[in-house]
C-alpha cells in the first residue's frame, strides 16, 4: 500500500513529542507499506537529506511553516469567520499545490493528515481515504474553562466555539480519526457525536530505546524537560519555582533542579540552585541521573511523553492531575499526584528519604511503560487501523 502522510512537524531533529510520535508511526508504517512524507517545517531551509529518514520514507517533501499572526490581514479578517483564525492565517497555498501535484503524479490508496492542522487541507485529497491522527481537542477547550479574566474567556470560548464547528464540517473527509487517550476520544464524540472510528493511540515510546544509563544518581536532585514554547510547560515551571521550590528547599537545602529546552529568553522566578540546560541533543543520561523527575502541569492537552520517559529510564515521578491526565497511571503506584504547593513539595521530600516508595514506583512504572505505552506493543492496533481505513 502506497501512503501519503502529511505533517505539521518535520520530524527531524526529533526534539518535542509531536515530531517523536510522527517518527515513530512513520517507522511502524514503512515496515509494512510505501510512505511519501509531505511536511511543514519551521526551518528555514530544511534538510531532507536525512539518511535515517530517507530509510523509512519513499518520498519526502517539505512546505515553510508560517506561524500564526494575530495581526494579520488574514486574521483580522477572522473574527467575521466561521472558521478559527490560525486556521485561516497558517493556511498555505503551497501545501494545496504539493498535494495536488503529489496526487496527480503518484498513486495513493491512503492519506493520513497528522494533527488538527490537517483539517485545512482534507478537501484537496481527491476523496481518497483518510485518517487524521492525534486529534487533540484538549488543550482548546481547557484554554476556555481555565481562563480567568472575561476578555480571555471570551476570546478562548470564541475561539472553541469556531473549532468544535470547524471540526464538524471537515471531519465528513476522514473515515477514522486517532485520539492519544480516552478523555480525548469522549471529547471528540462530543464534537462529532456521529463520528465513530476512533482509535486510542497513546504518546508511547520505544523501550529499548531508554535503556539504564551508566552513572549514579545527583542526591536530591530533580529534573524538568520540556520547551517553553509550549506555554503549559512555561506556566508550570513557573509556578514550581514560585510556590513549591522554596517549600522543598526550607526542608532539603541543597535540592537542585535542571531544567531542559529551548527557554526563549523566557523570565523564571528567582530560586537557587537552578541550571538551565537550553536544548540537549540526548537528555535521557540526564533524566536518569536525577533523583525525581516533576511534571507540574495545569493545562494543556495529550499524554505526557516526558512521564513516559522518566519511567522508561528507571526515575520516579511527580506530577499533577494534569500532568498525568490520559495515562492509566496510579497515584501511590506508578507516581505521586499532588495538585496544591505544599502536596507537590511533600511529595518530592518523600521521594528524597523513603527509598521502599521509590523503589516500588520505578519498578510498577517500568512495568506500565513496557505492558501499555511501549511502541513495539502499541504499533499494531494503528497498522490495523491503517488498514481498516484504507480498505473503507
Wanted: net charge neutral; aromatic share 10%.
Amino acid at each position: 500500500m502506497h501512503i501519503l502522510f502529511l505533517s505539521r512537524w518535520f520530524p527531524f531533529p526529533a526534539n518535542n513529542g509531536s515530531k517523536l510520535r510522527i517518527l515513530n508511526l512513520l517507522r511502524g508504517l514503512s515496515e509494512h507499506h510505501r510512505v511519501s512524507l509531505l511536511s511543514f517545517t519551521d526551518e528555514a531551509v530544511a534538510s531532507v537529506a536525512q539518511p535515517a529518514l530517507q530509510s523509512i520514507c519513499d518520498r519526502i517533501h517539505v512546505v515553510p511553516w508560517k506561524s500564526f499572526r494575530p495581526q494579520s490581514w488574514r486574521a483580522r479578517t477572522g473574527f467575521a469567520s466561521v472558521t478559527p483564525r490560525s486556521m485561516l492565517d497558517t493556511f498555505s497555498p503551497e501545501m494545496v499545490r504539493q498535494i495536488n501535484h503529489i496526487l496527480t503524479d503518484n498513486s495513493y490508496d491512503l492519506v493520513i493528515g497528522s494533527q488538527l492542522n490537517a483539517l485545512s487541507y482534507a478537501p484537496y485529497f481527491r476523496n481518497l481515504p483518510a485518517l487524521l491522527e492525534e486529534s487533540e481537542l484538549g488543550v482548546y477547550r481547557g484554554q476556555y474553562h481555565d481562563s480567568v479574566s472575561l476578555r480571555e474567556r471570551i476570546r478562548a470560548g470564541l475561539t472553541w466555539f469556531k473549532l468544535q464547528h470547524y471540526m464538524a464540517r471537515q471531519m465528513r473527509y476522514f473515515q477514522a480519526s486517532t485520539v492519544v487517550s480516552e478523555q480525548e476520544r469522549h471529547l471528540l464524540l462530543t464534537v462529532v457525536p456521529d463520528f465513530h472510528d476512533i482509535e486510542v493511540i497513546p504518546n508511547c515510546v520505544t523501550v529499548a530505546e531508554y535503556e539504564p544509563q551508566n552513572g549514579k544518581r545527583r542526591p536530591n536532585s530533580l529534573i524538568f524537560t520540556g520547551p517553553f514554547h509550549y506555554v503549559a510547560n512555561y506556566e508550570g515551571i513557573s509556578w514550581f519555582l514560585r510556590d513549591v521550590y522554596g517549600l522543598i528547599q526550607a526542608q532539603q537545602p541543597d535540592a537542585n533542579l535542571t531544567i531542559t529546552g529551548d527557554h526563549r529568553d523566557l523570565p523564571l522566578p528567582i530560586a537557587k540552585n537552578i541550571t538551565l540546560t537550553g536544548y540537549v541533543d540526548d537528555v535521557k543520561p540526564l533524566i536518569a541521573s536525577s533523583s525525581c523527575s516533576i511534571v507540574p502541569l495545569h493545562s494543556g492537552g495529550g499524554t505526557r511523553l516526558k512521564i513516559l520517559e522518566a519511567m522508561a529510564l528507571h526515575t520516579p515521578v511527580v506530577t499533577t492531575t494534569k500532568g498525568a491526565e490520559g495515562l492509566d497511571a496510579v497515584h501511590e503506584k506508578h507516581l505521586l499526584i499532588a495538585d496544591t504547593p505544599d502536596a507537590f513539595a511533600q511529595a518530592v521530600l518523600r521521594l528524597f528519604h523513603e527509598p521502599e516508595l521509590r523503589q516500588k514506583l520505578v519498578v510498577n512504572g517500568y512495568e506500565l511503560v513496557c505492558s501499555q505505552y511501549d511502541w513495539t506493543a502499541v504499533m499494531p492496533r494503528f497498522l490495523d487501523l491503517v488498514e481498516r481505513v484504507a480498505r473503507s
